[in-house]
């Protein structure tokens, strides 16, 4: 018999204290050590064959965090079960315990020494991280073999459509809440979010688009200040940016200088382009939010014409301050995003799913390109082949 157990479902209320490796509190990183089963012993009298060690597996699941986790790692070690040994009463001894570790999807697996174990992408997927050790048998002398131990790191790095990135403070929770199922906290103070939250976007023909919610970024996140690294490498793996921005621009206290919104705009691209440029590469949609503010009419329509071609501003800008490629939004969308206006809201979620099908048509015609290529390729070599003969 083959027992199973889910970390995460049976120690719910035991209190464990937190041993973790979490780069902060971010809890999207988290390393402990696992155990695969030994394997129960063979009876060698009766060529009985002891039961396989534990497996240890990863699988993504639904509405799992790495921080729930994080809580259930006990002596920062997983373990999974020994095999039974062969009897008199059963030659083949019965597989130890399989362990199965959930986690949210969008997880990575290194070993320690930072080699890829795989990735757990899709809900429901299971990956094998630890092998339980063979029973004992002829081969092995009747002794039941040791199952893999190794530490791991897991890694969340979200997949999703869309993905919200901006300053702190500028209104990405409350964009979050107003399009999707999500609902994130909102309060008037920057890092109100610290940590990615997940929301669906439906429409009525039951069409669902992911979108998550970052905490904000600040100047200097690509060299991490703020956690910045943390946040950044969420942007890796989804389709489309959607930058939220303060028309009234932003300060984090009162040691920094307060950058108005046109420049929080080229901060964050800056910040993106120092960290991994062809991230720029993807599409990007641009919210000016916090129109119902003192003076916000005036201050998008002097800041709009120049937004539509950002390479323009290069003279009037630092370099420190002025990144090598320029972001090209495909909207601009001056919003109130307090006032949840059904119209605006409508809008932006007709035009987040209208780029989202031009990104999908468009890969799909890069993939046929590619396709072509290679049936080219190929079709030229065959040809010299049969040429070759003649
Ligand atoms: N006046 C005004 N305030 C807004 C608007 N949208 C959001 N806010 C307020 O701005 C503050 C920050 O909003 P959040 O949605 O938490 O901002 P955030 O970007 O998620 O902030 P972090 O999580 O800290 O990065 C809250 O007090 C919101 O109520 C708006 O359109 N107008
Ligand atoms: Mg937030």
Same mark, same amino acid.
């Given at each position: 018999?083959?027992?199973?157990?889910?970390?995460?479902?049976?120690?719910?209320?035991?209190?464990?204290?937190?041993?973790?490796?979490?780069?902060?509190?971010?809890?999207?990183?988290?390393?402990?050590?696992?155990?695969?089963?030994?394997?129960?012993?063979?009876?060698?009298?009766?060529?009985?064959?002891?039961?396989?060690?534990?497996?240890?597996?990863?699988?993504?699941?639904?509405?799992?965090?790495?921080?729930?986790?994080?809580?259930?790692?006990?002596?920062?070690?997983?373990?999974?079960?020994?095999?039974?040994?062969?009897?008199?009463?059963?030659?083949?001894?019965?597989?130890?315990?399989?362990?199965?570790?959930?986690?949210?999807?969008?997880?990575?697996?290194?070993?320690?020494?930072?080699?890829?174990?795989?990735?757990?992408?899709? /809900?429901?997927?299971?990956?094998?991280?630890?092998?339980?050790?063979?029973?004992?048998? !002829?081969?092995?002398?009747?002794?039941?073999?040791?199952?893999?131990?190794?530490?791991?790191?897991?890694?969340?790095?979200?997949?999703?459509?869309?993905?919200?990135?901006?300053?702190?403070?500028?209104?990405?929770?409350?964009?979050? +809440? /107003?399009?999707?199922?999500?609902?994130?906290?909102?309060?008037?103070?920057?890092?109100?979010?610290?940590?990615?939250?997940?929301?669906?976007?439906?429409?009525?023909?039951?069409?669902?688009?992911?979108?998550?919610?970052?905490?904000?970024?600040?100047?200097?996140?690509?060299?991490?200040?703020?956690?910045?690294?943390?946040?950044?490498?969420?942007?890796?793996?989804?389709?489309?940016?959607?930058?939220?921005?303060?028309?009234?621009?932003?300060?984090?206290?009162?040691?920094?200088?307060?950058?108005? /919104?046109?420049?929080?705009?080229?901060?964050?691209?800056?910040?993106?382009?120092?960290?991994?440029?062809?991230?720029?590469?993807?599409?990007?949609?641009?919210?000016?939010?916090?129109?119902?503010?003192?003076?916000?009419?005036?201050?998008?329509?002097?800041?709009?014409?120049?937004?539509?071609?950002?390479?323009?501003?290069?003279?009037?800008?630092?370099?420190?301050?002025?990144?090598?490629? /320029?972001?090209?939004?495909?909207?601009?969308?001056?919003?109130?995003?307090?006032?949840?206006?059904?119209?605006?809201?409508?809008?932006?979620?007709?035009?987040? +799913?209208?780029?989202?099908?031009?990104?999908?048509?468009?890969?799909?015609?890069? !993939?046929?390109?590619?396709?072509? !290529? !290679?049936?080219?390729?190929?079709?030229?070599?065959?040809?010299?082949?049969?040429?070759?003969?003649?």
């Amino acid at each position: 018999m083959v027992y199973l157990t889910c970390i995460l479902g049976y120690a719910k209320k035991k209190s464990i204290p937190m041993r973790n490796y979490l780069m902060s509190g971010f809890f999207d990183k988290l390393r402990f050590h696992i155990r695969a089963g030994t394997g129960g012993s063979g009876l060698s009298k009766y060529g009985g064959r002891g039961g396989r060690g534990g497996n240890i597996y990863v699988k993504s699941k639904d509405n799992v965090s790495l921080k729930d986790l994080s809580k259930y790692v006990r002596n920062n070690t997983i373990v999974a079960g020994t095999g039974y040994d062969s009897s008199k009463h059963g030659l083949l001894g019965a597989a130890g315990e399989d362990i199965i570790i959930n986690v949210p999807a969008g997880v990575i697996v290194y070993h320690e020494d930072g080699n890829l174990i795989g990735e757990v992408n899709e /809900c429901d997927k299971k990956l094998l991280v630890a092998l339980g050790g063979i029973g004992g048998c !002829e081969e092995t002398n009747y002794t039941g073999q040791k199952g893999e131990s190794h530490s791991i790191i897991l890694d969340l790095k979200l997949i999703s459509d869309i993905i919200l990135v901006g300053f702190p403070n500028a209104g990405k929770s409350s964009l979050i +809440r /107003c399009v999707s199922n999500a609902k994130p906290k909102i309060a008037a103070y920057a890092f109100t979010t610290v940590r990615p939250h997940l929301g669906k976007i439906m429409y009525d023909d039951f069409r669902e688009i992911t979108i998550a919610d970052l905490p904000g970024l600040i100047e200097g996140a690509h060299k991490n200040v703020g956690m910045g690294q943390n946040v950044l490498k969420h942007l890796e793996r989804s389709n489309m940016l959607l930058f939220v921005i303060d028309i009234q621009g932003f300060i984090l206290n009162s040691n920094h200088k307060w950058r108005n /919104c046109l420049e929080t705009i080229l901060l964050l691209n800056k910040e993106i382009e120092l960290y991994k440029p062809e991230l720029l590469d993807k599409p990007a949609m641009l919210i000016l939010n916090k129109m119902d503010t003192e003076n916000a009419e005036k201050i998008c329509n002097d800041v709009l014409p120049k937004l539509k071609n950002l390479e323009n501003l290069k003279i009037d800008f630092p370099e420190s301050m002025f990144p090598k490629k /320029c972001l090209n939004f495909q909207n601009i969308l001056p919003m109130s995003l307090i006032n949840k206006d059904k119209h605006e809201i409508a809008v932006l979620k007709k035009l987040i +799913r209208e780029n989202l099908d031009k990104i999908a048509e468009l890969a799909k015609l890069e !993939e046929n390109e590619a396709m072509k !290529e !290679e049936l080219t390729k190929k079709l030229k070599k065959e040809l010299k082949i049969t040429t070759s003969f003649l």
